[in-house]
């Protein structure tokens, strides 16, 4: 039996020793794989960001990033769009309330009050918004899109301020949108 207890014994310590060396040393370290990026989420614009979405989208322009540019020009024109919808719609309400005899004074006041806020936002997203048509008109002129090209420009000349200045946004518009047209010359 002392025998069978010494073969079991060194049977064990040989099995030890086999593994020992294993158990010292770290498995092999494979190389970590990067982490896979999540795709990169869109920002949304506000009226604290939309400044730099201009101006990233004029530093594409640029660089000659064309099809970047168009995306944020795009972006930017429909958000002035729609933000232009939305004060309208709120300055309707606003002068119904005006108007209402049976309102109460402290509502007319907060009205007047919030309206200023209005007359700020309105000026400023009509500005974005021609000059993003203005940009989108020129893009798609240069990519040989006519049809897209004269819509937005002809969107520009009926809101922008009319202006015989030679490189007003008014008479780069109309000159841009001739040539849409083949006319050629002063017009």
Not at 130 to 157: F, P, Q, W
Request: hydrophobic share 35%; aromatic share 8%; proline share 4%.
């Amino acid at each position: 039996m002392s025998k069978s207890i010494f073969k079991l014994s060194l049977n064990i310590l040989i099995i030890l020793t086999l593994l020992l060396p294993c158990l010292s040393y770290s498995a092999e370290k494979k190389p970590k794989k990067p982490p896979v990026a999540a795709p990169p989420q869109e920002t949304v614009i506000t009226d604290s960001n939309i400044s730099a979405f201009i101006k990233k989208g004029d530093e594409m322009f640029k660089k000659g990033d064309i099809e970047s540019s168009l995306r944020i020009y795009l972006k930017v024109y429909n958000h002035s769009k729609d933000i232009l919808a939305a004060a309208a719609i709120v300055q309707t309400q606003y002068e119904r309330v005006l108007n209402d005899a049976s309102a109460s004074q402290d509502d007319k006041e907060t009205i007047l009050l919030k309206q200023k806020r209005l007359k700020q936002i309105t000026p400023k997203y009509t500005s974005i918004k021609e000059s993003m048509a203005y940009n989108l008109g020129y893009i798609y002129s240069k990519r040989g899109d006519s049809e897209r090209a004269r819509k937005y420009l002809t969107e520009v000349l009926e809101t922008t301020p009319f202006s015989l200045k030679k490189d007003s946004l008014w008479m780069n518009t109309k000159n841009l949108l001739l040539g849409q047209y083949g006319l050629e010359g002063e017009f």
